[in-house]
């Protein structure tokens, strides 16, 4: 008997229909990241549903609570929010948005920001895109991809007892 089942790459988190990659151990302004998504078959992560956001900020909090600002693929272009993919894509609008008070400002990216409350919890901010040099803007990223679908045979073993 075979089944298909939905996977991810390794080092890579299934949720819903959707990969992720954390990337903490490197720090990038947005395009540097968006590149490095790109070469891994994906793009910065777009936050489209409420259900999307509280997986992702509840992965933050729960795997990653030293970290205090992560970059997406947010993006601001002709005076309005979207979502980036850069390489001649297509941008999308954000139909879904979660956007802290008073923001997104005049900034340029979108980024999640920890807010050390009680408890800690992560807010929507904006921020500059950084340049290509230096160490400013440059942050933690998310990385997402589609899944992909592999056929695998499941051996099915029924096995009785009897009892007296």
């Known amino acids: 008997m075979c089944t298909w089942l939905s996977v991810c790459r390794e080092g890579w988190n299934i949720f819903e229909d959707h990969c ?28 489209n549903t409420k259900t999307e956001d509280d997986y ?6 729960n795997f990653y609570p030293n970290s205090t600002t992560w970059r997406t693929g947010g993006k601001e ?24 008070p008073n923001m997104p400002g005049r900034y340029t990216t979108q980024i999640l920001h ?24 440059q942050y933690p990223f998310i990385c997402e991809a589609e899944t992909s679908s592999k056929k695998f045979n499941v051996a099915v073993w029924l096995f009785t007892s009897a009892y007296i």
């Open 77 to 100: 272009e002709n005076g309005k929010f979207v979502w980036h993919f850069g390489g001649g894509k297509a941008s999308e609008p954000m139909t879904y948005t979660s956007w802290a």
């Open 114 to 137: 920890k807010f050390e409350g009680t408890p800690p919890r992560f807010v929507w901010k904006s921020t500059w895109a950084g340049s290509n040099t230096g160490n400013s803007y």
């Open 20 to 47: 992720y990659k954390f990337v903490n151990d490197q720090q990038m302004t947005h395009s540097s990241a968006r590149g490095f998504c790109r070469s891994q078959g994906g793009h910065l992560v777009h936050i």
């Open 56 to 61: 992702i900020k509840g992965y933050l909090i």
